[in-house]
């Protein structure tokens, strides 16, 4: 086998910081700002993302995208005016399944997973938990919590938001979208600010997180309030829930550097090429079963048993689904054609040695 890419393929969470950010961070890092958000890179990520949105957004840097999250759903709740209302998400999603019971634990808030085969909500799902509404006995349906792109690497359509967030509102409900990789979804749904409009503020989604972790920065999120009015009482929550950067100056300088020249969708398309190139690699291989090709930057392969181990000892990556032997490569916005080529190459290696032991046995 060839050597090893690193681990280019174990998650965009393992991707080091874009050279932009850290010219960013560091041009941030001169004499002294006022604390909290009171800075001129804070107020420059503010204006950006109007720009971005195309419209008047409140915008609130957060540490992380767990945070982010619980601070825009905590503000949502708030503004249904009582805790007796439940997130209503998928079963795959990250609120659900890989926060650690934040929203439950941080919200008292209860969450109502729906099974979903595709990782996606659509507004015929949502007649399940209509029942609810009204009944004393049942907590009251408030926020539907959608993931752009989903944790199974599925996009919904602009045409699919906003049916959802019509039906959503019919029921006196609002959207939260989970955008950890805004950008993967932006550039593979047109590859341009139209784009990223037409599933969120054009839609009708009322509250996102905008991530920028998975996407060159070195740690930084927004909650971005595409209803202004819904952020009253945002800044308070923001403290309450430990998502209110003193030095804030260091975060949000990470993101305007994204955010200038739309750098963070060029991150998220590159991050695409790369696993769709990786697809085009392997799906030939004899002992690698893929389904449809990658929608943004997510192949889940399923492999032969034998081969994994080895493969991730060469090349890390996570599993899947241990029951089916699937796992799960991610691209990152660094990596390059080399470390998929070298991985496609390892692969095959691997397997067709692991093909010859068995003849030979």
């Not at 393992?14 to 800075?39: M, W």
């Not at 800044?235 to 994204?258: G, H």
Request: aromatic share 6%; glycine share 8%.
């Amino acid at each position: 086998m060839p050597p090893a890419p690193n681990r280019a393929f174990a998650s965009d969470n393992a991707a080091g910081a874009h050279p932009s950010v850290i010219e960013a961070v560091l041009e941030a890092n001169t004499g002294h700002a006022l604390a909290y958000g009171a800075d001129d890179q804070t107020a420059e990520c503010e204006q950006r993302f109007n720009d971005t949105f195309g419209a008047p957004v409140v915008t609130r840097v957060c540490f992380n995208g767990t945070g982010a999250n619980i601070a825009g759903l905590a503000t949502a709740m708030g503004a249904l005016r009582g805790p007796h209302h439940a997130i209503v998400c998928t079963n795959w999603s990250h609120i659900a399944a890989d926060e650690t019971g934040a929203p439950e634990r941080v919200l008292g808030t209860k969450l109502i997973e729906l099974p979903s085969p595709d990782a996606k909500i659509t507004p015929t799902m949502l007649d399940s938990v209509a029942h609810l509404q009204g009944v004393q006995h049942h907590v009251q349906p408030g926020v539907v919590s959608i993931t752009q792109p989903t944790e199974l690497g599925t996009l919904y359509s602009p045409d699919e938001v906003s049916a959802l967030c019509a039906r959503a509102h019919d029921m006196g409900m609002l959207v939260h979208l989970d955008g950890a990789r805004i950008a993967n979804a932006t550039a593979a749904l047109g590859g341009d600010l139209a784009a990223l409009r037409s599933f969120t503020i054009d839609a009708g989604v009322d509250v996102m997180s905008f991530g920028g972790t998975k996407n060159g920065a070195l740690g930084a999120e927004a909650v971005i309030f595409l209803r202004p009015e819904l952020a009253e009482g945002s800044e308070f929550v923001r403290k309450q829930v430990t998502q209110l950067p003193s030095k804030m100056r260091y975060l949000s300088a990470q993101l305007n550097a994204l955010l200038r020249d739309d750098l963070w969708i060029d991150l998220g398309a590159h991050s695409n090429a790369m696993a769709a190139r990786l697809d085009e690699l392997v799906r030939d291989i004899v002992g690698v079963e893929l389904d449809g090709r990658p929608q943004v930057n997510s192949l889940f392969p399923r492999l032969r048993r034998e081969a994994i181990g080895p493969l991730r000892d060469w090349c890390f990556f996570w599993d899947w689904d241990a029951t089916v032997n699937q796992v799960r490569w991610m691209t990152a916005w660094d990596t390059t054609e080399q470390d998929v080529e070298r991985f496609a190459a390892g692969l095959r290696s691997l397997l067709t040695e692991l093909d010859s032991d068995c003849r030979a046995s």
